[in-house]
């Protein structure tokens, strides 16, 4: 890993995780030197107090200035005006390397590539799959990307050396990395991440917004497939309208095996049920064995 200077731009769940990973194995190894902007006081405050952060500031000049690493971690729809305002101040220029850890790809790379490669520096987008339905700095930990997968999604305009740097960066932090075209990782997330946040939160008013006594009966059955509709819903809504083809796309072929299965009950057709939780609970299965083999992270 040989960035010296990490500007983190935001100190949510994802920034706040970054900066206390940083600053926790930098004081093993003595590089590299993080900073972290945000709007607000409070985090900021917490963060420089807490020492991972080399300079904690609500001035972005002053988090900026020199970083040879720049990661967005804002909410998607602002990152194109962050770049803007980072080109405006200097802070992107050549040989500086720009990240962000959105969960939608597409739209955020032809929005951030071409304007920070015209500035001289060099774009590669990342998607670190790590976070819960919690938000905000107090959920924040220095752990969070361990064996965590991070997905890099290069562009035929994407730095080849760029490129390796950042994914040395996100495997020194602990993760298991890949690498997809930014429609590649879409599609794929839109499967495994924004369908399922949208069919837990179609669960919960499909029982609670019929009958909201219900809930009062719920075991952990409910209480777990239904978890992830905690999640922020301002952050939420935006990432399913920026990546609303592949979600169409998903929740379509979820709405057919639902008519499947209503057709399964109309019908009291047993065999096509247990064909169905069968295969569901192989597939689940196998999910979570191969998980439990994964190997552990390289440093």
């Not at 399964?264 to 597939?283: Q, W, Y």
């Amino acid at each position: 890993m040989d960035f010296q200077r990490v500007a983190v731009i935001g100190p949510g769940l994802l920034g706040g995780s970054l900066v206390r990973a940083i600053g926790s194995r930098s004081k093993e190894s003595g590089v590299p030197e993080v900073r972290v902007w945000g709007r607000r006081a409070e985090p900021i405050e917490q963060l420089r107090s807490e020492g991972d952060a080399t300079v904690a500031s609500r001035d972005l000049a002053e988090v900026a200035a020199g970083a040879d690493l720049i990661v967005l971690a804002t909410p998607i729809g602002i990152m194109g005006a962050m770049i803007e305002t980072l080109i405006e101040l200097g802070a992107i220029r050549e040989g500086v390397v720009v990240t962000d850890v959105g969960s939608v790809k597409a739209s955020v790379v032809a929005r951030l590539e071409a304007p920070v490669h015209e500035a001289g520096a060099r774009f590669v987008g990342s998607h670190p799959m790590a976070g819960s339905e919690k938000t905000g700095l107090e959920y924040a930990s220095a752990d969070l990307f361990v064996d965590a997968a991070c997905i890099l999604t290069p562009t035929p305009a994407t730095d080849a050396v760029s490129l390796d740097r950042v994914e040395s960066f996100w495997k020194w932090l602990g993760s298991r990395t890949s690498r997809l075209s930014p429609e590649e990782h879409d599609r794929s997330v839109a499967l495994i991440s924004h369908l399922p946040h949208l069919v837990a939160a179609l669960l919960v008013e499909s029982v609670l917004g019929r009958d909201a006594g219900a809930g009062e009966y719920a075991g952990g059955g409910f209480r777990d497939t239904t978890r992830i509709a905690s999640g922020a819903p301002e952050m939420w809504a935006e990432i399913l309208q920026e990546n609303h083809e592949a979600v169409r796309e998903a929740l379509g072929y979820f709405h057919q095996l639902t008519g499947e299965s209503l057709a399964f009950l109309d019908e009291v057709k047993k065999e096509d049920l247990l064909r169905l939780l069968a295969d569901a609970k192989e597939r689940r299965d196998d999910l979570c064995q191969r998980e439990d083999r994964e190997p552990s992270h390289e440093s």
